[in-house]
T-cell receptor, first 113, second 112 residues
Framework: EPEVTQTPSHQVTQMGQEVILRCVPISNHLYFYWYRQILGQKVEFLVSFYNNEISEKSEIFDDQFSVERPDGSNFTLKIRSTKLEDSAMYFC???????????FGPGTRLTVL | GESVGLHLPTLSVQEGDNSIINCAYSNSASDYFIWYKQESGKGPQFIIDIRSNMDKRQGQRVTVLLNKTVKHLSLQIAATQPGDSAVYFCAENNNAGNMLTFGGGTRLMVKP
């Protein structure tokens, strides 16, 4: 069964550094998402992406964040200058059509020191 | 150690019993609801969904009930097994966009 994959599984970085989190969505899916989950808290929406542009973004997704689909398979989340409060699990999700289920990847744990 | 976060309600059941996990949602415009299961260190895993034109939907060992009048969603798991132990989240979508809004989660613990 096709799955969303994410790399790395764990990223440790220093405050102020840039990080890129990578996702490979399910191959025939058209809608892509990033969510995050601070330890012990709810899963929170960050951004959705369709047709090579951002469809929606939350207040969390400020100008330090960006997303890109650089080729036909990868979907990336970049944080330009990480802050301590960016430490969280980051989940990528993909969806075939607008009314279909969102399938989540296993997540990347980001630790900012 | 772990940082302080939301205190998750916990449901503890005996293996073989039925489990009922509840969720209240706030947005009356939401028209699509999903239950996800999250095991420790993993991403949310889709269990079952329901649209607002239905009040009940059944899957394998799971049933979702939707009461739009009181904005309440429940997940029933029949014959609960140790492998069902996880945190269960409800999520809603209002179809104005595709973002999912997640609830706070319930931890299900199954005693053998």
């Amino acid at each position: 069964e096709p799955e969303v994959t994410q790399t790395p599984s764990h990223q440790v970085t220093q405050m102020g550094q840039e990080v890129i989190l990578r996702c490979v969505p399910i191959s025939n899916h058209l809608y892509f998402y990033w969510y995050r989950q601070i330890l012990g808290q709810k899963v929170e929406f960050l951004v959705s992406f369709y047709n090579n542009e951002i469809s929606e973004k939350s207040e969390i997704f400020d100008d330090q964040f960006s997303v890109e689909r650089p080729d036909g398979s990868n979907f990336t989340l970049k944080i330009r200058s990480t802050k301590l409060e960016d430490s969280a699990m980051y989940f990528c999700a993909s969806q075939r059509g607008q009314d279909d289920t969102q399938y989540f990847g296993p997540g990347t744990r980001l630790t900012v020191l | 150690g772990e940082s302080v976060g939301l205190h998750l309600p916990t449901l503890s059941v005996q293996e073989g019993d039925n489990s009922i996990i509840n969720c209240a949602y706030s947005n009356s415009a939401s028209d699509y609801f999903i239950w996800y299961k999250q095991e420790s260190g993993k991403g949310p895993q889709f269990i079952i969904d329901i649209r607002s034109n239905m009040d009940k939907r059944q899957g394998q060992r799971v049933t979702v009930l939707l009461n739009k009048t009181v904005k309440h969603l429940s997940l029933q798991i029949a014959a609960t097994q140790p492998g069902d132990s996880a945190v269960y989240f409800c999520a809603e979508n209002n179809n104005a966009g595709n973002m999912l809004t997640f609830g706070g989660g319930t931890r299900l613990m199954v005693k053998p």
